[in-house]
């Protein structure tokens, strides 16, 4: 069993920050990628932002230059940097992670609960 639990959404104002964090566990041999999507009501959900297990990074043009997706692999852990938010950001953002159980080889998609943010005045 493998859980991805997010945290850090909340609502902010219009240019300021955000910091969402996604720790994986359970039965873990490995992960290779891990990313954020993000999904408003009645739309597709979407990438934002992808990271591979050696730090290779690739970002939604909407997104490029204001958020920054990093990982620690020793804690299984994702993390989006997002500033200067703007009111289109505003949506359920959900962690996704490509993670190999121990019984190997083939790896499994998982996603976490979703969290929202909110960019309002």
């Not at 999904?39 to 050696?54: C, D, K, N, W, Y």
């Not at 909407?62 to 009111?87: C, E, H, W």
């Amino acid at each position: 069993q493998v859980h991805l639990v997010e945290s850090g959404g909340g609502l902010v104002q219009p240019g300021g920050s955000l910091r969402l964090s996604c720790a994986a566990s359970g039965s873990i041999s490995s992960i290779n990628a891990m990313g954020w999507y993000r999904q408003a009501p009645g739309q597709q959900r979407e990438l934002v932002a992808a990271i591979t297990s050696g730090g290779s990074t690739n970002y939604a043009d909407s997104v490029k230059g204001r958020f920054t997706i990093s990982r620690d692999n020793a804690k299984n852990t994702v993390y989006l940097q997002m500033n200067s938010l703007k009111p289109e950001d505003t949506d359920v953002y959900y962690c996704n992670a490509d993670i190999v159980p121990p019984y190997g080889p083939l790896a499994y998609d998982y996603w976490g609960q979703g969290t929202q943010v909110t960019v309002s005045s």
